[in-house]
């Protein structure tokens, strides 16, 4: 028998983890002619006593990642899809308390919206998938204590007015006239983290949040007489914090949808701040953490890791 063992090498295993990324699940709750959709994306990553598969290629350890993606299913059968939170907690609890060598277990989720069409026949169950953001939750679990950072991509907001632009520095290679009055529009990427993190603790109504926070979100965007978008993006993050208990950190990613003046001028024509040509690139990059006061940041920089 061939002897598996590792010897003493100048190289050592890091972090590490493994799942199965990407499983599609569609749970369709019927109630009586009413049906209800939930579309998730499901990622399972799993962590613990997992050097012998690294070194040796002992699976002792091992539960097969096709098993989490069958998991995944069962659940969606078993306890249904409340909302992504809701899920992710169900099956990180699972991962992390059923398998021994699993000391701690992350999903993510993204969650694809659908808005049901009303017709004039019986029942409610045709759907068309709204052109609306994709909603993201991120759960992880060691066995005793819970993060849940949950947020959206991918949510294309625009202003035709009420943003400014001047009073930046100049140099040699500045050619950027100065805005009072120009269109403001982002592509808005947003996470927040939630102070839930025991069980002992009563959990946030998962859907309600969220609903709640988008709507804080947006009414802040529309609110805000912006003189920039780093001024548009705190005065977003600091409304959820204000009006949102369960949270303590939001990071936003905003990328900034350049709407550039065309000059008319040459056909005879004037340009009353009323056609613009969109730039999709280059474009400016605005990224910000906005915290409750006295707790510490923990969404990572790039949201892309997330």
């Not at 730039?279 to 940041?297: H, K, Q, S």
Request: aromatic share 10%; hydrophobic share 35%.
């Amino acid at each position: 028998m061939a002897d598996h063992s590792h010897p003493a090498r100048p190289a050592v295993l890091g972090q590490n983890q493994y799942g199965k990324a990407e499983n599609r699940v569609v749970k369709i709750t019927r109630d009586g002619a009413t049906h209800h959709v939930k579309d998730l994306n499901v990622s399972v990553s799993l962590s613990g006593d997992m050097e012998e598969v690294h070194y040796s290629g002992s699976n002792a350890h091992v539960l097969p990642t096709d098993t989490t993606k069958n998991t995944v299913y069962a659940f969606a059968k078993e306890y249904g899809i409340e909302s992504a939170e809701q899920f992710g907690i169900h099956l990180a609890r699972h991962f992390v308390t059923s398998q021994e060598p699993i000391r701690r277990a992350r999903i993510r989720i993204e969650e694809y919206a659908w808005q049901r069409i009303e017709t004039s026949g019986e029942g409610a169950h045709s759907f068309v998938r709204e052109g609306r953001e994709t909603r993201l939750a991120q759960i992880t679990y060691d066995g005793g204590t819970w993060e849940v950072v949950s947020g959206l991509k991918d949510l294309v907001v625009m202003n035709s007015t009420d943003s400014e632009f001047w009073g930046y520095v100049k140099d040699k290679y500045t050619t950027l006239p100065e805005a009072h009055d120009r269109i403001l529009a982002t592509e808005v990427s947003g996470r927040w983290r939630f102070n839930w993190t025991e069980d002992a603790r009563e959990m946030p109504d998962w859907e309600k949040s969220y609903e709640q926070i988008r709507k804080h979100l947006l009414q802040a965007f529309a609110d805000t007489y912006s003189l920039s978008l780093q001024q548009t993006l705190y005065e977003m993050g600091a409304r959820i914090i204000e009006h949102r208990d369960e949270v303590d950190e939001v990071r936003f990613s905003l990328p900034n949808k350049h709407h550039f003046l065309v000059d008319l001028e040459p056909f005879g024509l004037k340009n009353d701040n009323e056609v613009y040509l969109a730039a999709d690139r280059p474009y400016g990059l605005i990224e910000a953490t906005v915290l409750r006061d006295g707790c510490e940041a923990r969404i990572p920089v790039d949201l892309t890791n997330l």
